[in-house]
């Protein structure tokens, strides 16, 4: 019976230091902030250094992304299942989205995270290629 006792007081204490937590799913899983976006179109190549915040969150198995825009008008969101196949392809399968058109569309793109802190992807959309820089929050 002291076996049991002192086993559960253990199991209490370690409880505690979260040697329980959920460890992440892959190297995206968490918040990211977007830091840069490049849009490539046939005719002109539009670079974003200052974004306005737009957030990113995933976790194992899906993703929310909103901002709102700098007049402070509008707030654009989009979000739904994700997976990640190795560490290149990620593939985003929107379920909502402010624009409507994209809603059902899979959104692929080459995906690269260097270190902990900085995730590249890169991916066409329409008639577009779209180059995003995301930097983990801590």
Same mark, same amino acid.
Request: hydrophobic share 40%; proline share 4%; glycine share 8%.
């Given at each position: ?14 409880? %505690?230091?979260? /040697?329980? @937590? ?5 190297? $995206?899983? !968490?918040?990211?902030?977007? &830091? ?35 007049? %402070?008008?509008? /707030?654009? @969101? ?5 997976? $990640?196949? !190795?560490?290149?392809?990620? &593939? ?47």
């Amino acid at each position: 019976m002291r076996t049991v006792t002192a086993l559960a007081l253990v199991l209490l204490l370690l409880s %505690g230091t979260n /040697v329980f @937590a959920q460890l992440p799913a892959n190297k $995206l899983e !968490g918040s990211w902030r977007m &830091i840069r976006q490049t849009l490539v179109y046939p005719d002109t190549t539009i670079v974003r250094n200052q974004v306005p915040p737009s957030t990113k969150i995933l976790n194992s198995t899906h993703f929310s992304w909103g901002y709102q825009t700098d007049d %402070g008008e509008d /707030v654009l @969101a989009g979000g739904g299942r994700y997976t $990640l196949y !190795g560490d290149t392809l990620y &593939i985003e399968h929107l379920e909502y989205h402010t624009s409507p058109p994209l809603v059902g569309m899979d959104l692929k793109f080459e995906a690269r995270v260097e270190g902990d802190s900085l995730w590249y992807h890169t991916g066409r959309i329409g008639d577009f290629v779209l180059k995003e820089v995301w930097r983990r929050l801590h």
